[in-house]
């Protein structure tokens, strides 16, 4: 991403904010793993969103209209010795110099010098309860200001949430950010082919997984963006299934849910297919009611729909679809009215997708379904789902379950599929796999 996307943010949420403001956000902490091994750092979006930095122990603060600057990064200095066993620091310099703050203090100088630029501020934006440490630290600064009451030092008032400014800034995204969405999306369709082409009976669902996983690394992506699903067979119907350690066997489905992420933007991809190649003639009766279901949802993803739109076209399609399969018996309209379908599809069609996976923004405004604009980027995923022993249906349908997800932007004029190179119609989905033997 250019720095100067980051200087953009950061003045859009400073408008907001206005004078007598300051907003203070923490960067994500290291977690341990287990001992002295700690996870893979990943920097929080939030803070990364504005601030580019990528390290942990920093504090970002802004103060609109700020003489002395108003972007200002609390990060660890340059340590040689530390960093031979644990990597280059930025330091202060390069804080200034390359990401772009107008000053630059030690971490270890943030409680000396944070209370001095709470002075005299009428609000703090911070998001309370997130990070409980952190959380008394901003009590005990407050607390320090209002000690000053006797001096002539006011203290803020008011608190208000930063995410609900700030989210709303993140639910739209730049062309920037649309381009490493596409990228992101489109390693993933490129992993999705691959793992159906390597895909044999016999093989472990956690082969399949590194085939993603490697494909993903190997076009620059340095992670997942969430843990995989790789279902065979049952373990297609456990939602968040992320074991990934079963064998694969003849004649079932597998679903797969993997996505990678790209300068920090995910894409959230699902494609369910036949371990042997080849769909049954139950398993593709079922592929396509849940393949119409997603058209028909896609379709809904227009400027000036409300959210809600693509999930109502999914759900009637399903319902249509469990009917033919006689799944369901009655009226249409009365079994989308008493939700006859959630036995079998149990999840919303979609989710917001950005730098989180579930990215943040309101589904509802003024308790309302907020309408569709462009920018938006969400997913479109209805699935179907039928469990083994499921009561009153036949064994012919155990285990069949199936989800078909994409990446969809909303745009001035309708919709484009960011993640459409995953081959997707039984017609693809059999040629590429046939042609793998």
């Known amino acids: 991403m250019e720095r100067n996307e980051f200087t953009r943010r950061r003045k859009r949420l400073m408008d907001i904010m206005n004078i007598g403001s300051i907003a203070i956000l923490p960067a994500s902490q290291v977690r341990n793993r287990n001992n002295d091994v700690d996870y893979q750092y990943r920097q929080d979006s939030d803070f990364y969103y504005l601030s580019g930095f990528p390290e942990p122990e920093a504090v970002a603060v802004l103060i609109p209209d700020r003489k002395h600057g108003e972007f200002i990064l609390f990060c660890r200095e340059k340590d040689p010795e530390s960093e031979i066993w644990h990597g280059r620091r930025s330091g202060l310099q390069k804080a200034i110099e390359y990401y772009g703050a107008d000053d630059a203090f030690p971490i270890s100088d943030l409680d000396e010098i944070l209370p001095g630029l709470?002075?005299?501020?009428?609000?703090?934006?911070?998001?309370?309860?997130?990070?409980?440490?952190?959380?008394?630290?901003?009590?005990?600064?407050?607390?320090?200001?209002?000690?000053?009451?006797?001096?002539?030092?006011?203290?803020?008032?008011?608190?208000?949430?930063?995410?609900?400014?700030?989210?709303?800034?993140r639910l739209y995204?730049?062309?920037?950010?649309?381009?490493?969405?596409?990228?992101?999306?489109?390693?993933?369709?490129?992993?999705?082919?691959?793992?159906?082409?390597?895909?044999?009976?016999?093989?472990?669902?956690?082969?399949?997984?590194?085939?993603?996983?490697?494909?993903?690394?190997?076009?620059?992506?340095?992670?997942?963006?969430?843990p995989s699903i790789v279902g065979g067979g049952a373990n297609g119907c456990i939602l968040h299934y992320t074991e990934n350690s079963d064998p694969l066997n003849d004649g079932e489905l597998l679903l797969i849910d993997a996505g990678a992420e790209h300068d920090y933007y995910a894409s959230d991809i699902t494609r369910t297919f036949p371990i042997n190649g080849q769909f049954s003639k139950e398993q593709k009766i079922a592929y396509e009611i849940v393949l119409a279901a997603q058209e028909a949802a896609i379709k809904k993803v227009q400027p000036?729909?409300?959210?809600?739109?693509?999930?109502?076209?999914?759900?009637?399609?399903?319902?249509?679809?469990?009917?033919?399969?006689?799944?369901?018996?009655?009226?249409?309209?009365t079994l989308l009215k008493e939700e006859a379908y959630k036995p079998y599809y149990m999840h919303r069609t979609g989710h917001w997708l950005g730098m989180d996976v579930h990215d943040v923004g309101d589904y509802k405004v003024g308790g309302e379904w907020r309408l569709l604009e462009p920018g938006m980027v969400m997913t479109v995923e209805p699935g179907l789902y039928i469990a083994e022993h499921t009561r009153g249906v036949a064994k012919k349908w155990w285990n069949i379950g199936i989800r078909i997800e994409d990446d969809v932007l909303v745009t001035k004029s309708g919709h484009d599929v960011l993640s459409k190179d995953a081959p997707k119609t039984v017609a693809e989905i059999e040629s590429i796999m046939d042609h793998a033997n």
């Open 118 to 169: 709470i002075e005299n501020k009428e609000r703090v934006y911070y998001n309370m309860g997130i990070d409980h440490d952190f959380d008394v630290h901003v009590q005990e600064w407050v607390n320090q200001v209002r000690g000053k009451a006797r001096t002539g030092v006011t203290a803020p008032e008011e608190f208000i949430s930063l995410g609900h400014a700030l989210h709303e800034l």
């Open 173 to 226: 995204k730049s062309r920037g950010e649309i381009k490493a969405m596409r990228r992101a999306a489109k390693i993933s369709a490129k992993a999705h082919a691959i793992a159906m082409k390597k895909c044999k009976p016999g093989m472990k669902e956690y082969q399949i997984e590194s085939e993603l996983l490697h494909e993903f690394m190997k076009e620059g992506c340095r992670s997942s963006a969430y």
């Open 304 to 333: 000036g729909n409300h959210w809600n739109d693509p999930h109502e076209a999914a759900v009637r399609e399903i319902t249509i679809g469990l009917k033919e399969m006689g799944l369901l018996k009655g009226r249409l309209p």
